[in-house]
């Protein structure tokens, strides 16, 4: 594991459910658009490889960790309460607390449907700063932005000149999603393939883009 490979990784632990799909494509391009890579469990199709052990090794392998608990709340009576997200932070939190250098390191955000919701059910996490993003994808990519605008703050005692502010960031996802909805050939993806997208392809797509836009 290289150093700079480690502080780049993101481990990303979000519900994989067609009511998410939107935000977990937007936190994969805010996060290649801030020079990080985002990795998940579902990238990796390898049948023989336990899941728990695939999860473990991502988190061994990236300094930071992106959770979004808004889904974790049963809303409905009967409703099961979806627990992976919390079993996953509690892993990688584990690794940040016991698990020596490079992990020490580790930075983890926790973000939730409405201020003070999660809280609610995981009383543990009182006086943690998590952020609230209203189920909404503009609030999301903000507090993404905000979120690390702070970490470059705290541990490079300094913010990069280009970082782009939160609205920047908004204008590229729209521009991003209506060049995506185009395939090369010129014909129009419709939003059965783009849902179909997987996340290997969509990451390529992203760094696609990006490289047009400097070019």
Request: glycine share 8%; aromatic share 10%.
């Amino acid at each position: 594991m290289s150093s700079g490979s480690f502080d780049r990784g993101v481990f990303v632990n979000c519900p994989y459910s067609p009511d998410y799909s939107e935000k977990l494509k937007a936190i994969v391009f805010v996060l290649i658009s801030l020079d990080f890579d985002p990795v998940f469990p579902s990238q990796k199709s390898d049948v023989g490889e336990q899941r728990i052990d695939l999860i473990k090794d991502l988190i061994r392998n990236c300094r930071h960790g992106i959770h979004d608990l808004s889904l974790v709340i049963a809303k409905n009576a009967g409703e099961h309460a979806r627990m992976n997200m919390p079993y996953e932070l509690g892993i990688d939190l584990g690794a940040r607390w016991f698990g020596g250098a490079p992990l020490d390191r580790k930075v983890t955000l926790v973000l939730e449907r409405t201020r003070g919701s999660v809280k609610k059910a995981l009383s543990d996490l009182a006086g943690a700063d998590l952020r609230a993003h209203n189920g909404r994808v503009k609030n999301l990519i903000g507090a993404l932005r905000d979120h690390f605008y702070a970490f470059h703050k705290a541990d490079r005692g300094q913010v990069p000149g280009d970082f782009p502010e939160a609205i920047s960031l908004w204008e590229d996802w729209g521009r991003f999603s209506r060049w995506l909805q185009q395939r090369p050939d010129g014909t129009l993806r419709t939003p059965k393939d783009l849902a179909k997208m997987e996340i290997p392809e969509f990451k390529d797509k992203v760094t696609e883009w990006l490289a047009a836009q400097s070019a």
